[in-house]
């Protein structure tokens, strides 16, 4: 049976003033009904472009260069403008990084939430707010009546993230893209909208790419994991075994190199020397190569394709780390 | 190193401080004004609400809290960027929140800022080597070839190429910012840094150059550093001790490691509980209340203790009266009235 999104060597390429930026670089995943999905990285690795890439909300410039992106069997890439729209915000929603500048801030929220109930449901003008209220109430907002006649700015930056759930749930996705959803939000704030999301997937049957460079979001959240690096998926695998038994060394080295409340030491953090390749040239051989310090000749020669034991956990290196979870040696100089 | 508890007579706090740096009963507001052509005063923001403590030379401090606690505003008043509303502000025996015109100048060699955001704090127009030796010139250090030879020792200290010299800021990524940024807080020799959100907005594989960088500075220069962070990883990782501040108060102060295992303080426990740790089996198995509800008004802070809208422990005493600062264990101090642990016999 297809999986809810099916992503299928997708290039998304960004045309700029001299060349282009190859920001998705074939990158093939999916997403099963009610799942949630981690797509984790840093930034430049892609993984907010393959969001993008799935809403068709793509930069200027931006521009899908080959490979398939197909929700519930349709294939979206190359759908016409009228037929998207009724996907985006309908079948598949999207809650963006920094509510502050997301927002419309010459609307009301009662206004913002109904437009995309209005649009897709043909209901009027009342009934949509209703469903506003209703909306607003499920993410936990209080007296949400009372606040549709607010504006962006009268919220703190937690409610506004609320308020940006509820637009984005109003018609009930089957799935969400959560890219950076708690980024710019304090820490206990952020524990409040992630619980959040969790009980709103769990009661909709939501499916969730949940795009973030924060390992310890992901550990928590994300059933299975897809690393990526410079346009590239590095690793995939369910959510306990990629923290188990990494195999990329880059997966070992992000983790590594961040430092643990748990720890009670001051020694040095482990630091990934250099800097990730210019996306508008990229290597015909292993990206990660000139960082790693496990590369070997064949890593400057040829692409490392995804490989593995197991369907689930894949890889793409020719000297994976061995069992267990590494702690990459002492910290190069640098 | 003095223990943390508060000089609470007028007769003490006058005495001055023989710590490195002290903080006494610190207190800034910011006035907030209303209307278009007539401004006038409806209220004020209480950004920083008696605030104590200590440092030792050659310590790092942390200071950790969310936004609208006032460590940003801290770290300002340190450096001299604010001057305080009241109370003093004790460094190597003189209350620099005294000191004006040339005595001030001079001081102010010795506190530099590191500041929050490397994208906003170089100037985009001027040259990387401009901008380090802009210290220099502006205190009127050396004539302009030892101020160059010192920006190329510093850059060489720092990690990156003298060639950075005739580029411009743009011309580099974040973490290198971060480095130019830090440069430029040693240019100086100062013999106290604050670095403000020093790693918050950089790649993780990037953070721990910066924090490795910093601990190697602070080695070979013998700094003092007052680090200034919503993130408690971060904070934890590179500090000696850690005050957690909520909405312009203290609420806890206590060596790295014992914040961690032995938070006295509701607030410390619900910050803890909220950092997601990159381990799937004790994420999945917290079972944690996240602390509810918003962050009240800086301009109309709740009355007696500052957290109880949020906090699960709260009651009646806690709207009447603000909670004093009581000890935990040594230097360990917290203000509440119904604390996580038994406080230690009064100091």
Not at chain 1, 83 to 109: C, H, W, Y
Not at chain 1, 141 to 150: I, Q, T, V, Y
Not at chain 1, 289 to 297: D, K, L, M, S, V
Not at chain 2, 222 to 235: E, F, N, P
Request: include cysteine; charge should be neutral.
């Amino acid at each position: 049976m297809a999986a809810l999104l099916e992503i299928n060597d997708l290039k998304t390429y960004i045309k700029q003033r001299h060349g282009q930026v190859q920001a998705v670089d074939g990158v093939s995943l999916f997403i099963e009904e009610g799942e949630t999905l981690g797509v984790v990285g840093e930034s430049g690795c892609g993984k907010t472009m393959t969001g993008m890439s799935v809403m068709q909300l793509l930069p200027p410039g931006g521009y899908i260069a080959g490979g398939s992106v197909k929700l519930d069997g349709k294939e979206l890439v190359g759908l016409a403008d009228n037929e998207m729209r009724k996907i985006r915000g309908n079948e598949v929603a999207v809650i963006f990084q920094d509510p502050m500048t997301s927002l419309n801030p010459t609307m009301n929220i009662g206004a913002q939430i109904s437009e995309g109930v209005r649009i897709h449901r043909q209901v009027s003008r009342k009934d949509a707010l209703d469903r506003a209220a209703e909306v607003l109430s499920l993410v936990g907002m209080p007296n949400p009546k009372e606040r549709l006649k607010d504006f962006p700015h009268q919220l703190s930056g937690g409610l506004r993230q609320r308020v940006m759930i509820a637009m984005a749930l109003s018609c009930e996705p089957k799935l969400l893209i959560a890219d950076e959803p708690t980024t710019a939000l304090d820490v206990t704030i952020q524990l409040q909208i992630l619980e959040l999301l969790y009980s709103l997937k769990q009661r909709l049957r939501m499916a969730v790419m949940l795009i973030t460079h924060d390992m310890g979001v992901i550990a928590g959240r994300a059933d299975r994991v897809n690393v990526m690096y410079a346009g590239k998926i590095v690793e995939q695998a369910p959510t306990e075994e990629l923290f188990e038994s990494m195999r990329h060394p880059y997966t070992a080295a992000l983790l590594a190199s961040i430092p643990r409340l748990t720890q009670n030491s001051s020694a040095a953090l482990y630091s990934i020397p250099g800097l990730p390749p210019d996306l508008s040239h990229p290597p015909a051989w292993c990206r990660f190569q000139p960082r790693c310090q496990f590369a070997t000749a064949r890593c400057r020669e040829e692409e490392p394709p995804l490989t593995g034991d197991t369907p689930e956990h894949q890889y793409a290196c020719f000297n994976p780390v061995g069992k267990g979870s590494l702690r990459p040696t002492a910290p190069l100089a640098h | 190193m003095t223990t943390a508890t508060p000089l609470s007579t007028a007769q003490e706090a006058s005495q001055p401080s023989t710590a490195f740096l002290e903080l006494r009963h610190l207190v800034k507001e910011f006035p907030v004004t209303a209307g278009a052509v007539m401004q006038r005063k409806i209220g004020t923001v209480k950004a920083v609400s008696d605030v104590s403590l200590s440092v030792a030379k050659g310590e790092t401090f942390g200071l950790v809290g969310e936004s609208g606690c006032g460590k940003t505003t801290i770290g300002r008043l340190i450096v001299g960027l604010e001057k305080p509303t009241s109370g003093q502000i004790w460094f190597e025996g003189s209350d620099i929140a005294r000191l004006r015109g040339r005595e001030f100048r001079r001081r102010r060699r010795d506190l530099q800022l590191m500041f929050q955001d490397p994208y906003a704090s170089l100037d985009p127009r001027m040259h990387v080597g401009n901008i380090i030796r802009e210290p220099l010139a502006v205190q009127k250090i050396g004539n302009r070839q030892e101020q160059n030879s010192r920006v190329r020792q510093l850059l060489q200290e720092v990690g990156l190429s003298p060639k950075a010299i005739d580029l411009y800021p743009h011309e580099f990524s974040g973490g290198q910012r971060q480095r130019i940024g830090l440069a430029r807080a040693l240019s100086l020799n100062p013999k106290l840094i604050v670095a403000d959100e020093p790693v918050s907005a950089l790649d993780v594989s990037i953070r721990s150059q910066i924090m490795n960088l910093m601990n190697g500075l602070q080695e070979t220069h013998g700094l003092t550093y007052i680090v200034i962070s919503h993130d408690l990883s971060v904070v934890k990782y590179l500090s000696d001790r850690v005050g957690v501040m909520y909405l312009g108060k203290l609420v806890e102060v206590a060596p790295s490691q014992d914040i961690y295992d032995h938070p006295a303080h509701p607030y410390t426990q619900g910050l803890i509980n909220a950092i997601p740790e990159p381990d799937p089996k004790r994420e999945r198995s917290k079972n944690l209340q996240p602390i509810m509800g918003e962050l009240p008004s800086a301009m109309n802070p709740p009355s007696g203790c500052r957290f109880r809208t949020r906090c699960p422990r709260a009651q009646e005493i806690c709207s009447a009266e603000e909670p004093p600062l009581r000890a935990f264990g040594p230097r360990h101090i917290a203000a509440c009235h119904f604390p996580l642990q038994t406080p230690i016999a009064s100091a």
